[in-house]
């Protein structure tokens, strides 16, 4: 089947559960946002102290937003699932290797955006307000935080499905192991900038916290070809 083709089929596969799926989002969130008070009490009492509104709307937005998050974090196994049997298709991914695809997706995810959570977070968030002084108070928008705290924890839980979109590609054809092991540089290189890119303070620790992850996440992925002898 041409490269061409199975993008067609991946597309037409992912087409027919869009609508679903895009039903179950608004569902889901609007339950959630009945709930979204204890969940915001949560998150900020791990992460903030007071929070602050600037405009009549403020609360209520950041509270669609939040319960918006729970809600792609609630249904991310169904998405995935979605998303791989659509791939599975086109490029022969099924049974038992379809399972390890989806399994080890959500696992990779929930582990990024735990670690984001309990230790990069708190990190930037100390770092950042450690500028304050008598003179200088923090005041921290609720909208502004809710916005910080999700889009942080999403990116982080997406960054570290890195090892199995390594696998997949070289059981496709795309890349082989090879590849993997003679870039280490440029794979190096690229998770700096988007440690420095996309953690909350530009600070080495901070970077660190997320870079070191990251290239021992590439290490996986290669050690995993390995084993699995995928991409010879």
Known sequence: MAAHTKIITFIVELRKSIRNMALALCCCTLVIFFLSPHLLQFVQGHLADKLYFFSVAGPFLAHVKLALFASLYALMPWFTMVMWRALGKPFGVSGGQLFFFIFFTCLLFYAGTVFCYYITLPFGIKFLLGFSSEELKP????????????IFILAFGLIFELPIFMVFLAKVGVFKRSFYEKNRRYALLLIAILSALLTPTPDI?????????????????????KVLRIGL
């Open 139 to 150: 005041v921290i928008s609720v909208g502004r935080f809710v916005n910080f705290t999700t």
């Open 205 to 225: 620790v901070n970077m660190s916290l997320m870079g070191g992850p990251l290239y021992l996440l590439y290490e996986s992925g290669i050690l995993i070809l």
